[in-house]
């Protein structure tokens, strides 16, 4: 299920960003513990008094088509994982971090 969320994440970067050539940039931090991928986008970005509730059911922004589920799987997904995922502001918009345990 872990595709699902990377998935998710990924296809919303591209999806709601209304830069003329969308971006996403992608890199992992390891530790002996855990691993930290960060996923970010060169998109409008999120304002910060969303940045919590993206992640709940049916949440969607302004101008979206779909459903609001996307966030709130990738959420409840990382949960059963024991990771957890935020969204924070990149350099040119916003910026998904990632954390999981490693197998």
Do not use: C
């Amino acid at each position: 299920m872990l595709a699902s969320v990377f998935r998710n994440i990924l296809a919303n970067g591209i999806q709601h960003n209304d830069s003329s050539v969308p971006r996403l940039r992608v890199w992992v931090q390891t530790t002996e513990e855990r691993v930290t991928v960060h996923i970010a986008d060169n998109g409008p970005g999120i304002p910060d008094e969303r940045k919590d509730e993206i992640f709940g059911r049916g949440e969607k922004g302004l101008e979206s088509s779909g459903t609001g589920l996307g966030l709130y799987l990738v959420d409840t997904l990382l949960d059963r994982y024991d990771g957890d995922v935020y969204v924070t502001d990149g350099e040119d918009g916003s910026e998904f971090v990632i954390t999981l345990q490693r197998a």
